[in-house]
């Protein structure tokens, strides 16, 4: 038996195969760019983070669902398969938002530590979570003829938890936040570039605390096991969409680096078309290849 409510599971099943549908899409778009990259012997982190966190979702998602299936003898296993990943899952948010600031910083070594120390708090947390969360198999009784799969989760790992991505997240906005306000002597196009970057994390940023701050209320004061399986499943897709919105926001950094370079014929599906880089398409995913110049050294961020 299902420790969700049976006439809840076709409503979160409904939510979570949009997540694997938003997943599988955009490994469709990211795969033949990261294959691209990879022919031509570089390497670009932002898309091997994006390749990976919707991988991570998919088995998050399939493992979350079995779980809610559970039999006596899947019941612990199969829990802690999915408290795994979707530890995996919100980590690797997390670590692509950091990194996206990274850059913004010019790689500045003061917001690397402050972003280490951050990721390894989100790691702490998770740790503890998957020791002392986990699933318990309770058997028939008078009350249930079936025995049911539960998943017990400890409420000071659970929470720190989040407050950790919180914390993560409203660190990977201030970059962005400091960067606007030095923009006065900076070139026209990287003036542009930056505010665009602005907008990239203030978006995911206001949103993911929004949300995080309104399921940490839940988790405190629900009592119904199927609209928090619901909630944590419309935070899965939110998770998903803003990430992926990267997909989105390329089109803006194109058209900025586009309006500076213009350069030979592009596949705009597919990313770089040479080697050599050329592509207006493959210099807006270069942004952030780990390489790229936001600013000129006397505007990195101190």
Same mark, same amino acid.
């Given at each position: ?7 809840? #599971? ?18 469709? +778009? ?6 691209? @990259? ?5 390497? *670009? ?18 493992? &979350? ?8 003898? !899947? ?32 790689? *500045? ?16 947390? =998770?740790?503890?979570?998957?020791? #002392? ?42 970059? =962005? ?14 003036? &542009?570039?930056?505010? +665009? ?14 949300? *995080? ?7 405190? !004061? ?25 997909? @989105? ?16 014929? !592009? $596949?705009? &599906? ?5 080697? $050599? ?16 110049? #936001?600013?000129? %050294? %006397?505007?990195?961020?101190?």
């Amino acid at each position: 038996m299902a420790s969700v409510d049976v006439y809840g #599971l076709p409503v979160t099943c409904m939510i979570l195969g949009v997540c694997l549908e938003a997943s599988y899409t955009s490994l469709f +778009h990211t795969v033949p760019i990261l294959i691209d @990259y990879r022919q031509c012997g570089k390497k *670009n982190p932002v898309v091997m983070l994006i390749v990976l966190f919707n991988s991570v979702a998919i088995v998050f998602v399939v493992f &979350e669902v079995w779980s809610q299936f559970g039999a006596q003898e !899947t019941c612990v296993p199969v829990n802690f398969a999915a408290n795994l990943f979707f530890h995996l899952f919100y980590l690797l948010f997390d670590v692509f938002m950091l990194y996206k600031s990274y850059v913004v910083t010019q790689f *500045n070594k003061f917001f690397c530590v402050f972003a280490i120390l951050s990721a390894l708090y989100r790691f702490g947390w =998770a740790f503890g979570d998957l020791y #002392l969360s986990q699933g318990q198999w309770i058997p028939a009784s008078t009350v249930n003829a079936t025995g049911v799969c539960v998943f017990n989760q400890n409420p000071v790992t659970g929470f720190n938890s989040t407050v950790a991505d919180m914390v993560a997240d409203c660190l990977a906005t201030i970059p =962005a936040a400091i960067a606007v306000f030095r923009m006065g002597s900076i070139a026209s196009t990287f003036s &542009e570039m930056t505010m +665009h970057l602005f907008k990239e994390n203030v978006v995911r940023t206001v949103l993911i605390v929004i949300l *995080n701050s309104f399921v940490m209320y839940a988790f405190a !004061t629900w009592t119904n096991g199927f609209f928090l399986f619901i909630l944590l499943s419309i935070q899965i897709l939110v998770y998903i969409k803003l990430l992926n919105l990267e997909l @989105y926001w390329i089109g803006g950094r194109k058209d900025i680096l586009r309006n500076s370079v213009t350069t030979g014929p !592009t $596949d705009p &599906e597919r990313g770089p078309t040479r080697c $050599d880089g050329s592509s207006p398409v493959s210099k807006g995913w270069s942004t952030f290849s780990g390489k790229a110049k #936001l600013f000129s %050294k %006397k505007d990195s961020l101190k």
